[in-house]
């Protein structure tokens, strides 16, 4: 669902250095095997992106997260008065749509973020809204104070 479409309207806000440190990540991690993490904040506002390893068998085509690293995040996060609110990976040589392994992520985590990368450079940022089976606009705030 395009932004501006029927039933749109969730705006997600990213502080400007979780952009950064997702495409830091993607440029470090090579074009074989897909990167990526989890994001949390308040609200609709993500203040905290961590890198996950990729334990997929198939890591060049899927993302999957250790069960115990995300529940470890999990309870660190919530301390600190964060929940989930997605999780993000790379597609380093498809496009930014959802695979049917992604729309399962998705469905655990909350919010997907995808990034298609071409030559190693993230260049088309998507997010997926599972509760409303549609892509969510973000924007990129100043860095979060806390
Ligand atoms: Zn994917």
Same mark, same amino acid.
């Given at each position: 669902?395009?932004? #501006? ?5 969730? %705006? ?12 830091? !990540?993607?440029? =470090?991690?090579?074009r074989r095997s897909e990167? #990526?993490?989890?994001?949390? $904040?308040?609200? &609709? ?14 890591? !060049?085509?899927?993302?999957?997260? =250790?069960?115990? %690293?995300? =529940? +470890? ?8 008065? +964060?929940?989930?609110?997605? *999780?993000? +990976? *790379? +597609? ?7 695979? $049917?392994? =992604?729309?399962?992520?998705?469905? !655990?985590? $909350? ?21 409303? *089976?549609? &892509?969510? &606009?973000? %924007? %990129?705030?100043?860095?979060? !104070?806390?």
């Amino acid at each position: 669902m395009p932004p #501006g479409a029927p039933g749109y309207g969730l %705006v997600v806000r990213f502080a400007y250095d979780v952009i950064g440190i997702i495409r830091d !990540q993607i440029r =470090d991690g090579g074009r074989r095997s897909e990167v #990526g993490g989890l994001l949390f $904040g308040r609200d &609709e506002e993500v203040v905290g992106v961590f890198a996950a390893p990729n334990v997929a068998p198939a890591p !060049q085509a899927e993302f999957r997260i =250790d069960p115990e %690293v995300m =529940d +470890h995040l999990l309870l660190n996060e919530e301390a600190r008065g +964060h929940e989930l609110l997605g *999780s993000y +990976h *790379s +597609h380093p040589r498809g496009s930014a749509e959802m695979s $049917g392994a =992604d729309a399962a992520m998705a469905m !655990q985590t $909350g919010l997907l973020l995808i990034i298609a990368c071409e030559r190693g450079r993230p260049w088309d940022w998507r997010l997926w809204d599972p509760v409303a *089976s549609g &892509e969510a &606009e973000f %924007v %990129v705030a100043p860095p979060y !104070q806390l």
